[in-house]
């Protein structure tokens, strides 16, 4: 039986990433993409998230979620992504609609359909998740698990301490740390060892396909940011990392730790402060993603992306 999942999203280059090889994948069956702002705004990421399905030739319900976070200013990575947010290949204009529904409503009406069943997969911040968590308290017990791209248990990126998705809204992110569903993060200390590196990239392209060729166009547009800033020759695919980790689980070396979000304002604003040493003796309630094989997960890409016509 595939897994069912949400995949929560704002693409986003690496965000598109990941949905192909979700949507590629048969261990997997996506029951909808939700969208939420985040790398850019929400008019953006929902049109980005149908440009995608366009480009794949997938017909996946899409539904637009939250514009803004809960409490703090929104932030933005025009930077990062472009205006668009899906800056560098040429993009058609897609044909399928967004649904009427709310984000937050989809997630909570499948999630009590499939009590136990329905695994969130959010690669964007957090703040659908949390208000579906607070509309309706239900859900709590009833998501099987949250695999989601954010965090880190060391450097950040946005700022020394804070990774992106979780500092764009960190009292979304706490809600979701704090709810007791069982958690799996991939943070920056994981997702930073999938450069896609030249010789990488250049697997995409030799796919000989559109969606090889796309995917390719992606990674570099995505790369000039990460050369820029961090000198790196690729960029990671952060939120690709979340999806392998449920295709092929045994790709990674993952511990148990106990991971709470830093929500007030001041040098550590949207943490996810990791307890590795266990000093503070409370429970573990994240399953921290530490390790990557990288020769895995490029071959996982490279074979689920070469699957499209
Ligand atoms: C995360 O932020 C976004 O820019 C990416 O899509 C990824 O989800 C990495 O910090
Ligand atoms: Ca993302």
Redesign the pocket.
Known sequence: MPRKIIHDC?P?H??AIAMMLALASPELEVLGITTVY??VGLEHTAHNALVVLEILGCKVPVYAGADRPLVRERIS?EL??GNSGLEGPDLPTPTAKLQKQHAVHFIIEQVLSHPGQVTLVP??TLTNIALAMRLEPKIIPAIQQIVL?GGSIDIG?WSPSA???ILCDPHAAKIVFDSGVPLMMCG?NLTHQTLALPERVARFRGLGTPVGEFTAQLLEFFRQHHKQRFGWEGPPI??ACAIAFLVRPELFKTRLYNVEIEANEGLAYGRTVCDYWRVTGKAPNTEVGLEVDLEGFYDLLVERIGQYR
């Open positions: 704002d986003g690496d965000d985040g790398n990575a990062v992504h690669t964007g791209m990126n990774e992106f998705n920056l952060h939120d």
